[in-house]
């Protein structure tokens, strides 16, 4: 913590310092800001000067003209300085929350299996959000205070360089006070947010399982691991506001002393005659200006606070790295693509006692050609997908796509290559339309008709009463899981990718959608080669191949009308079951 904390000022500086023309604009603006308090104080002492000495009603009421001016001037800059410094905030940490999306999105399965969603969403969204608050709130008054104190020492010291002097040290020691104090709590505030983030991936899961926990009586167990997680948050907040009012009383105490003794030396002045009344209110009227932003500071060392804590939580996520080296450079030759698996091992190495998932397995699918891939729950076909997509690298053994080993392809190459269809869709609250072509607006209604005429999707559509443009709920509410495979299956048509690769793909089929799914999915294997990853045996009955896993080994592989033909085959009596039977009907096979 120590290291991220010398680093996370000098971040927060690097992500400032690109929008060069706005922070120039926005330093104007708050030098404008900064001077302007100093000029009013200087009127009311002309002012005051002024009547006693008896200067005439048009000389006082021109003063006093200013002055309201200059107030309706200053209440407009500060509109403008609060619009500004936010713009400017929001385009700084916007910038970040895409750079960390990006980079999370790019991190490897191990990463991801063991952070949840909504700890990540607390760390892209939330941490950010209080880099964000600091931008525009504490920095601007920062500023604000700084430009305001040295133009304050300066016309104090034009008055009386004995006043400006105290003024000075006055606010020398208060500055380093706060800057002394400045991360008292921030570890507490990184573990406070962190606590956060804990909680919000507890209720993300929770709010997810919804539906289960509702029917089997998990209600109160979710209560109560979300009530753990909060009182681990409030501890966490307690530990930091302790901390926070401990600075508030040091600093309040600094401030009142250095008030108190401002006041001493202008009495004393003026007692002497050294200064005149305008001058000693000019004085008095500077103590409270100085007092004021200083104090506003010390009040919102909290948000410095939770923006240090956010700025070392985001530079630990961007210090993570993948265990998926992207160093490729070959390219894969076009058309359908071959696969080649060779000894292939792997093992799960985050775990408390690693076990072979997928263990020697060896497959050779020429390009254009389909396998299915059928096992019990357990076999390794979900971790042979994750395989194949490069998701997560093999213990030993090699994987081949189009004659060009995984590892040497950059992932970019690989994902526009291959198109991937899991059994979890997910679908936005947004028209048809958008969901099948996933907001892509070079996509027009021609391509898309096209698509879907393709697919034999027409009369799914018209069914719809306004058909694309038919609005569905939050979450792709409004469709079935079987319609929501059709708009995953014309989303990876549009695409036109080269290499498919299903993972039960099929298991949630209602039958009113059954016939359309699976003629869809002819038609989108058609000249492609396909890995399709299934439940139901009458998924795969019209593919090229079949290969039976059990444990991560292959016990049957082979042209799916051979083994078919073949009584003593274990895909022959998986079919005298049924063709709508699933794998985990009969005994696993040996």
């Not at 360089?161 to 000075?168: K, Y």
């Not at 299903?502 to 209602?510: G, K, M, N, V, Y």
Request: include cysteine; charged fraction near 20%; hydrophobic fraction near 45%.
């Amino acid at each position: 913590m120590d290291h991220a904390r010398r680093d996370h000022w000098r971040a927060l500086v690097g992500l400032i310092t690109p929008k060069k023309g706005a922070v120039a604009i926005m330093g104007l603006l708050l030098t404008v800001s900064g001077i302007l308090p100093l000029v009013g104080p200087i009127l009311v002492a002309v002012f005051i000067d002024a009547a006693i000495e008896g200067s005439s009603t048009d000389q006082l009421t021109g003063l006093a003209i200013v002055y309201i001016g200059l107030a309706i001037v200053g209440q407009g800059l500060a509109v403008v300085v609060a619009w500004t410094a936010t713009d400017l905030a929001w385009r700084v940490t916007n910038d970040l929350r895409s750079d960390l999306t990006s980079h999370v999105l790019g991190l490897d399965l191990a990463f991801h299996r063991r952070t949840s969603p909504g700890e990540l969403v607390s760390r892209v969204d939330g941490d950010v959000t209080a880099l964000s608050d600091f931008i525009a709130r504490f920095l601007v008054k920062a500023l604000v205070a700084a430009v305001t104190s040295v133009g304050l020492i300066v016309v104090l010291t034009v008055q009386d360089w004995r006043v400006g002097l105290s003024f000075a040290a006055y606010l020398a020691l208060a500055v380093l006070v706060v800057y002394s104090l400045r991360n008292l709590a921030v570890d507490e505030a990184a573990s406070e947010q962190a606590a956060t983030g804990r909680m919000f991936g507890e209720i993300e899961e929770r709010l997810a399982g919804s539906d289960d926990l509702r029917s089997n009586g998990g209600g109160s167990h979710a209560l109560a691991t979300f009530q753990a997680a909060s009182a681990r948050v409030l501890q966490a907040t307690l530990l930091r506001e302790r901390q926070g009012v401990g600075l508030w009383i040091i600093s309040n105490v600094v401030f009142v002393v250095g008030g108190i003794a401002a006041l001493i030396l202008d009495a004393a002045l003026l007692r002497r005659g050294s200064i005149s009344l305008g001058t000693a209110y000019l004085i008095f009227q500077y103590t409270q200006i100085l007092r004021q932003p200083l104090e506003q500071l010390a009040d919102e060392t909290e948000r410095v606070q939770r923006a240090a804590g956010g700025m070392i939580r985001t530079l630990d996520l961007l210090r993570e790295r993948s265990a998926l080296p992207d160093t490729g450079t070959s390219t894969l030759p076009s058309g359908p693509l071959d696969l080649r698996i060779a000894n292939l091992r792997f093992e799960y190495r985050d775990e408390a006692n690693p076990q072979p998932v997928i263990d020697g397995l060896t497959i050779d699918l020429a390009a254009g050609r389909s396998i299915g891939v059928v096992g019990r729950t357990g076999s390794g076909k979900t971790t042979l997908a994750r395989l194949i997509l490069r998701l997560i690298d093999p213990t030993s053994g090699t994987i081949e796509l189009g004659g060009v080993r995984l590892a040497d392809l950059p992932l970019a190459e690989l994902r526009n290559r291959c198109g991937v269809v899991s059994q979890d869709v997910h679908l936005f609250g947004a028209s048809i339309r958008d969901n099948l072509t996933l907001f892509d607006s070079s996509i027009d209604d021609d391509t898309l008709h096209h698509a879907i005429g393709q697919l034999g999707l027409t009369e799914w559509i018209a069914v719809h009463p306004d058909g694309l443009d038919t609005m569905l709920g939050p979450g792709g509410s409004g469709v079935s899981a079987g319609e929501g495979q059709l708009i995953a299956l014309t989303r990876l048509f549009l695409r036109d990718p080269d290499f498919v690769l299903l993972d039960e793909a099929s298991s949630r089929i209602d039958p009113q959608t059954e016939r359309r799914v699976i003629a869809a999915v002819d038609r989108l294997l058609d000249g492609r080669t396909a890995v399709v990853i299934a439940h139901r045996l009458s998924t795969i009955e019209r593919l090229d191949e079949v290969l039976i896993l059990s444990s991560g080994h292959a016990v049957e592989h082979g042209e799916t009308v051979v083994l078919r033909a073949d009584p003593t085959s274990h895909y022959a009596r998986l079919l005298a079951i049924g063709a709508d039977a699933t794998i985990d009907d009969v005994e696993a096979p040996s």
